[in-house]
């Protein structure tokens, strides 16, 4: 094995391969939609007859370095991948585009002097860290809320819609929250705070599935009073259908999808094929990586194409 100092040619070339790279047509998605998932990358759009490209692209590289993986940075010669520039709307030159999640967040045109380019990434990783500073309490509210632990994973909601109060995740958890309390009207308010982009997040549209399914609930009786009668009419489609309901309200999904596939097995056009509009509306309340979502799945559609 062979060892390179620091400041050696080899060196420095390791360090431009990984974090500085020529991009192309070809390679943009690869070098920087895809790769913007895991690190910010910036796009340097340039052409060699242009002179502020030659000011800027020097200063852009040390910056870049300085951040030693952080961030990455892809030079695009627009002389030669005049599609892409004419695709994203190059105008002007040198531009500079921030990526982050597969989506430009941020750019600006012309030479600029160190300390603003440093800015400009400065917050283009910051960005990235808070994303993940996110996540991370995402994570540990989702794991106080499974655990049963309400008042723990509320707080953590707040925490993040003290800075951004239209955060989509934390306001469909913290409707999770009171909607397991029992409290389906604050789980409503709470939904009502979330903006027009919000509304079409996974986590709102399966949280709005399951008020409606507690709200269904509510009008079917106790699970319990159900259960009777059912053990003295088996065949009564409509009870079964709603203990179904009354058992997925209450958390016991395995059991509420047993008694909705039996309908289906015995009937499955029963009152308009309902059985099976149930069981989808339960999917999408409880997501689609949630295991009774994919055990269901599984087993209506061996019922359905046996």
Same mark, same amino acid.
């Given at each position: ?24 047509? +070809? ?37 870049? &370095?300085?951040? +030693? ?57 910051? &960005? ?11 994570? #540990? ?10 008042? =723990? #994973? ?13 955060? +989509? ?40 599935? #399951? ?9 079917? =009786? ?6 009777? &009668? ?17 058992? #997925?309200?209450?958390?016991? &999904? ?37 295991? +009774? ?14």
């Amino acid at each position: 094995m062979v060892f390179v100092s620091g400041n050696s040619p080899a060196a420095q070339a390791e360090v431009n391969q990984n974090f500085i790279i020529d991009g192309s047509t +070809a390679t943009f998605a690869k070098d920087v939609i895809e790769a913007s998932a895991r690190v910010p990358v910036v796009v340097d759009f340039w052409a060699s007859w242009c002179g502020p490209c030659k000011q800027l692209t020097p200063v852009l590289e040390k910056v870049v &370095k300085s951040y +030693a993986g952080k961030v990455r940075l892809v030079k695009i010669d627009t002389d030669k991948d005049r599609s892409l520039a004419a695709q994203l709307r190059i105008q002007s030159l040198p531009t500079i585009y921030g990526f982050k999640d597969g989506r430009p967040v941020d750019g600006f045109t012309g030479a600029q002097p160190e300390q603003q380019i440093r800015s400009f990434i400065e917050k283009l990783v910051g &960005k990235a860290s808070e994303g993940n500073q996110i996540d991370e309490i995402l994570a #540990a509210a989702e794991q106080a809320l499974e655990a049963g632990d309400l008042s =723990g #994973a509320v707080e953590k909601y707040a925490e993040i819609l003290n800075d951004d109060k239209e955060n +989509a995740e934390a306001l469909a958890g913290l409707a999770r929250c009171y909607l397991k309390s029992g409290d389906t009207r604050r789980a409503q308010q709470t939904l009502s705070l979330v903006g027009p982009e919000g509304a079409k997040s996974p986590a709102i549209v399966r949280m709005e599935a #399951a008020l409606a399914l507690a709200k269904k609930a509510g009008g079917q =009786g106790s699970a319990a009073d159900l259960e009777r &009668k059912l053990a003295d009419d088996p065949e009564n489609h409509q009870i079964r259908f709603d203990l179904a309901v009354a058992l #997925a309200a209450s958390g016991k &999904k395995q059991v509420a999808l047993t008694h909705l596939l039996e309908i289906v097995k015995q009937n499955r056009t029963w009152n308009d094929e309902a059985a099976r509009k149930q069981l989808v509306e339960f999917f999408e309340a409880w997501g689609p990586k949630d295991q +009774a979502t994919i055990n269901g799945r599984k087993q209506l559609s061996l019922i359905l194409f046996s």
